[in-house]
């Protein structure tokens, strides 16, 4: 059955890859974004995109009335940790106050079920074992703060109005049409950095590790999380999943891969390129050693798994990143 699905943040880098899997599955899109870190050029020209900062409850509740929606995606967000060490304010205004808007809209226009992205990085802390959805929530910044009570607020909001509700504890997220110019996202942001030339910065000794999920695979999480059915995703509480995949991988094993990937890229268009290996700065206090996710309970529930693996990925990102720059 076709449903009217509205993703906030949809012309971000997870959410635009959302919209893409909800239009192929023959549903119906609309988005709200401010157009702060996402751009037009990621959505169909066909999209009704309604640029608004979810801060503005009026506005939300404008663009939730225009678009009718069945469902809701809530991608939209602050998502800069540093800048929530420095603002507090203003993430809370965004990742709180923002969703409160969006769940009142959806309250407002019978919406049956919210999707959220949560974050398994920022909740479950230092883990050096993929950590489970029981781990015990720590979040040490305002940022992981804003997602644990969002995860809270959408609970409450199941219960008292009857939605279903799902968060999906994202991993390190990264892929075709990632943000290069932030913190976050090291593959786009070396990829961006050897593409213009320039040499890639490891903080301290890289010995950092993440579970890296592909972009794609996040978006078939969320077309899963949306359209399953009410026994998978049960109306008047809170469902919270990981994705990821189980996989460690610290910052060297990633960054060598990603130039091997990008040298691969370049040589299937007939060019023969080198990159200067990086140079290591200084550590970036309060970095993670290790964080990784156990995804298996998406699998039991949503029947979803990670399908792209780590080479795979990184050649795809890479080839999306060599087109944009010979679009630029
Ligand atoms: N990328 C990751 O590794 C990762 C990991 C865990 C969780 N997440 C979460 O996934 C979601 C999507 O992140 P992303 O990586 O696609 O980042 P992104 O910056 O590409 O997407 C966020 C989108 O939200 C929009 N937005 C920001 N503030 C807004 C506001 N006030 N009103 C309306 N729109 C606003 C931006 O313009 C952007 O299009 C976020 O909620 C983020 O916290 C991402």
Known sequence: MSMRVMV?????FIGSHVADA??????????IDDLSTGSRDNLPATVPLHVVDIRDRDAVFAAFAA???DVVCHQAAQMSVSRSVRDPLFDAEVNAIGLINVLDA???QKCGRVVFASSGGVLYGEQTSPAAEETPADPVSPYGITKWVGE????????EHGLGAMALRYANVYGPRQNPHGEAGVVAIFLKRYLAGQTATINGDGHYVRDYVYGGDVARANLLALTASDAAVPRGQLTSLNIGTGVGTDVVALEARIRH?????MKEAGRTTSYPAPLHGPARPGDLRSNLVDASRAGTVLGWRPEVGLEEGISQTAAWFVTQQAAS
């Open 22 to 31: 909800l239009l192929a599955a023959g549903h119906e899109v609309g988005v």
């Open 67 to 69: 678009f009718r929606p």
């Open 8 to 12: 906030t943040g949809g012309a971000g």
């Open 152 to 159: 809270r607020y959408l609970k409450f909001y199941a219960a």
């Open 261 to 265: 990937g990008l040298v691969g890229v």
């Open 106 to 108: 959806a309250v407002a």
